[in-house]
């Protein structure tokens, strides 16, 4: 018996193994309630956690990470426990609804003319793959103050999406310091004023005057270049695959636009990195 053989026999094993616990409930198997990415990486969350906060964290089960002088978290069903350091902010609260990125996700590039100076410039979007929402009533009470946790809670249901299909987002918060710069570096996307908002944001800029190009013209109008309708709307896009090295937790929510997801999905040419991205 080969040894190729055999390795084939422990993949067929360890496939069967990941769909079977990833479809019912689980991100990944693991022992340990741990969950890994397609290539068997253990991923964690990193969390946003001040200095008089670390006692508390460490207390509910995080971990210091003293390369990257952050605290972490790798069990996911107790991702909920630490949602008030999820999102860095000048005072750690809990939002809402926020949704955290495993395995993948992807960059959706486009084109279209700038309003300004009328250059074909690249514009971007975000393609979420797989994810699970956390949604703070699950597990806390509203209050004037915000939400506030419910310590008798000690288990809550994700709502999760294997990734079928690909859904748009039109940003990400927070940012992953590495991918924030490799996307200003190639595509000129960046922070900047918005006129409409008026208010300071992460968005597309004309690559060639530097003008903001902002999501409602990219995202809503009709002939826009993320408004999908037909496959050859969708066959004008490329997809961009990033691999996640651990969990990443945003508060932007996907769309979920039809028929763009399915048409997005199915025909959209899938591209490959001419070098990989440090997220």
Same mark, same amino acid.
């Given at each position: 018996?080969?040894?190729?053989?055999?390795?084939?026999?422990?993949?067929?094993?360890?496939?069967?193994?990941?769909?079977?616990?990833?479809?019912?409930?689980?991100?990944?198997?693991?022992?340990?309630?741990?969950?890994?990415?397609?290539?068997?990486?253990?991923?964690?969350?990193?969390?946003?956690?001040?200095?008089?906060?670390?006692?508390?964290?460490?207390?509910?089960?995080?971990?210091?990470?003293?390369?990257?002088?952050?605290?972490?978290?790798?069990?996911?069903?107790?991702?909920?426990?630490?949602?008030?350091?999820?999102?860095?902010?000048?005072?750690?609260?809990?939002?809402?609804?926020?949704?955290?990125?495993?395995?993948?996700?992807?960059? /959706?590039?486009?084109?279209?003319?700038?309003?300004?100076?009328?250059?074909?410039?690249?514009?971007?979007?975000?393609?979420?793959?797989?994810?699970?929402? /956390?949604?703070?009533?699950?597990?806390?009470?509203?209050?004037?103050?915000?939400?506030?946790?419910?310590?008798?809670?000690?288990?809550?249901?994700?709502?999760?999406?294997?990734?079928?299909?690909?859904? /748009?987002?039109?940003?990400?918060?927070?940012?992953?310091?590495?991918?924030?710069?490799?996307?200003?570096?190639?595509?000129?996307?960046?922070?900047?004023?918005?006129?409409?908002?008026?208010?300071?944001?992460?968005?597309?800029?004309?690559?060639?005057?530097?003008?903001?190009?902002?999501?409602?013209?990219?995202?809503?109008?009709?002939?826009?270049?993320?408004?999908?309708?037909?496959?050859?709307?969708?066959?004008?896009?490329?997809?961009?695959?990033?691999?996640?090295?651990?969990?990443?937790?945003?508060?932007?929510?996907?769309?979920?636009?039809?028929?763009?997801?399915?048409?997005?999905?199915?025909?959209?040419?899938?591209?490959?990195?001419?070098?990989?991205?440090?997220?």
């Amino acid at each position: 018996m080969g040894l190729s053989f055999l390795l084939r026999i422990f993949q067929i094993i360890n496939d069967f193994l990941f769909r079977y616990c990833y479809n019912n409930g689980s991100i990944c198997f693991s022992d340990k309630f741990t969950h890994c990415n397609m290539k068997g990486l253990i991923l964690v969350l990193y969390l946003h956690v001040p200095y008089a906060d670390k006692d508390e964290v460490k207390k509910l089960g995080a971990v210091w990470n003293p390369e990257r002088k952050q605290w972490s978290v790798r069990s996911w069903r107790d991702y909920f426990k630490f949602a008030k350091w999820f999102i860095k902010d000048d005072e750690p609260s809990i939002y809402e609804s926020t949704y955290i990125l495993t395995d993948y996700l992807y960059i /959706i590039e486009g084109k279209q003319h700038c309003w300004k100076c009328k250059q074909e410039t690249k514009v971007i979007g975000f393609g979420f793959g797989p994810y699970f929402e /956390i949604n703070a009533y699950d597990f806390c009470d509203e209050t004037e103050n915000g939400w506030l946790p419910d310590d008798t809670v000690t288990e809550v249901p994700y709502e999760i999406n294997r990734g079928e299909e690909v859904h /748009i987002a039109e940003s990400l918060w927070p940012w992953p310091a590495g991918l924030l710069e490799y996307l200003k570096k190639v595509y000129n996307y960046h922070y900047g004023f918005s006129k409409t908002l008026q208010t300071n944001c992460y968005a597309n800029h004309c690559q060639s005057c530097d003008a903001l190009q902002g999501n409602f013209f990219l995202f809503n109008e009709v002939d826009s270049p993320f408004m999908v309708e037909s496959r050859a709307d969708a066959e004008k896009l490329k997809l961009y695959k990033i691999d996640l090295p651990y969990d990443i937790a945003t508060a932007y929510s996907p769309g979920y636009a039809y028929p763009a997801d399915e048409l997005i999905t199915k025909f959209t040419p899938r591209m490959t990195f001419d070098s990989p991205i440090l997220v």
